[in-house]
Structures are given as structure tokens and as C-alpha cells.
T-cell receptor, first 115, second 115 residues
Framework: DADVTQTPRNRITKTGKRIMLECSQT?????MYWYRQDPGLGLRLIYY???????NKGEISDGYSVSRQAQAKFSLSLESAIPNQTALYFC??????????????FGEGSRLTVL | AQSVTQLDSQVPVFEEAPVELRCNYS??????LFWYVQYPNQGLQLLLK??????LVKSINGFEAEFNKSQTSFHLRKPSVHISDTAEYFC?????????????FGRGTSLIVHP
């Protein structure tokens, strides 16, 4: 089983619908991230969380919200999806603390299409 | 603020030829540098990283990158590529001084290896 699991892997929805993308991890990491990947734009940070009670906005948080239900679970929600939110979404984790090296561990991605 | 520039969006090359993927960064502080690889329909995975010490770092599959502080570059090289190296490659930089280590990614370079 993957260490970082994202569900669903693919989703097609309509404008205005509420969508939730879920991420769970078995790596025991405290830091979790949501990125969005668009062709030619690389990865852009949407939200990140350093622990269950810590949620921070990234560079493109507008139109998104997150929930850190437990150390192992971090969900991304689109309250009212719009077509320009069509993208590939990645969850990532990282170990915190003085021994960490900054390396991120990624899930396999959730491809979202908003019609 | 830090930024990453990957100078080539696409690099086509024939099998067994050498390749260089270029990465420049801007940061006013010391940095950690990373190259991630994304194979088709997969998430990103770490290829190699520079944290400190030797400026030349190597991966297990023949890639290497050299940290050049004066030129603020971290170019990725391989002397002889294989078809299986076809993938998207992302350069990333993070600032360890503040403790957050949140990486900034470049826009990616698509390496296309032709037979």
C-alpha cells in the first residue's frame, strides 16, 4: 500500500458542486501539504498544516478550504467548483523536527475536471 | 522570497546521449535544493538533494547535480539517458533558516528520450 493515499484518483464534476479530496498517510509525518499542478506552471501550494491545530494558507488558497481531521488525514475542499480549478492535485507529507531534510513525500495525485 | 527558474520547458534527446536540465534559483539565504521526478501518471518522488557539504550530489540511477552558489544554479545532468528516463523533472528550493522548509517548485522540464 502507498504511504500517502489520495482519494478519489479521478473526478469529473459540474460547476457549483462541492468537492472533497482526501489524503491519508501512514508515514507518521506531522507536516502535510496540498499542491495544485497545472501544465507549464509547476506545483503551487494551496494549504499546509504543521499539526492538527495548525492550518496555513499557501499562495493560491482562494476558493479552497482544508481540514486536518487527525495527524494522518488532511482533506481539501472546493466549496463551489469552477472550471479553472480543473487540475491535478497532490497531497504531500514531511517529517518535522531537527532531523528532517525538507524532503516531501507525495501521493499519486487526484485529477479533477470541472465542467 | 525565493523563486526557481527552469530554463527549458521541454528537452528532447536521443537514447544514450548526455542531457542537462537547467535550474536557477533566487534566494537571499542559504538553501536546500532538490530535484524531483514525475513519471507518467504518478506522483513526484525525490531524485536527489543538496543540503550541505559536497556540492556534487548523485542519484542511484546515474543522475547528478552540482550546487553552484556563485551562479545560484543546481543543474541536473546524466551522461547517457535511457528511454525510461522520460519524465517531468522539477527543481525545488527551500529555506531551512526559518524552520518551515516549505519548498518552492520550478515549472518543470519535460525530458523526452527518443530511441
Amino acid at each position: 500500500d502507498a504511504d500517502v493515499t489520495q482519494t478519489p484518483r479521478n473526478r469529473i464534476t459540474k460547476t457549483g458542486k462541492r468537492i472533497m479530496l482526501e489524503c491519508s498517510q501512514t508515514k507518521g509525518h506531522d507536516r502535510m501539504y496540498w499542491y495544485r499542478q497545472d501544465p507549464g506552471l509547476g506545483l503551487r501550494l494551496i494549504y499546509y498544516s504543521f499539526d492538527v491545530k495548525d492550518i496555513n494558507k499557501g499562495e493560491i488558497s482562494d476558493g479552497y478550504s482544508v481540514s486536518r481531521q487527525a495527524q494522518a488525514k488532511f482533506s481539501l475542499s472546493l466549496e463551489s467548483a469552477i472550471p479553472n480549478q480543473t487540475a491535478l492535485y497532490f497531497c504531500a507529507t514531511r517529517k518535522g523536527g531537527p532531523s528532517n531534510t525538507g524532503e516531501l513525500f507525495f501521493g499519486e495525485g487526484s485529477r479533477l475536471t470541472v465542467l | 522570497a525565493q523563486s526557481v527558474t527552469q530554463l527549458d520547458s521541454q528537452v528532447p534527446v536521443f537514447e544514450e546521449a548526455p542531457v542537462e536540465l537547467r535550474c536557477n534559483y533566487s534566494s537571499s539565504v542559504s538553501v536546500y535544493l532538490f530535484w524531483y521526478v514525475q513519471y507518467p501518471n504518478q506522483g513526484l518522488q525525490l531524485l536527489l538533494k543538496y543540503l550541505s557539504g559536497s556540492t556534487l550530489v548523485k542519484s542511484i540511477n546515474g543522475f547528478e547535480a552540482e550546487f553552484n552558489k556563485s551562479q545560484t544554479s543546481f543543474h541536473l545532468r546524466k551522461p547517457s539517458v535511457h528511454i525510461s528516463d522520460t519524465a517531468e523533472y522539477f527543481c525545488a528550493v527551500s529555506d531551512p533558516s526559518g524552520g518551515s522548509y516549505i519548498p518552492t517548485f520550478g515549472r518543470g522540464t519535460s525530458l523526452i528520450v527518443h530511441p
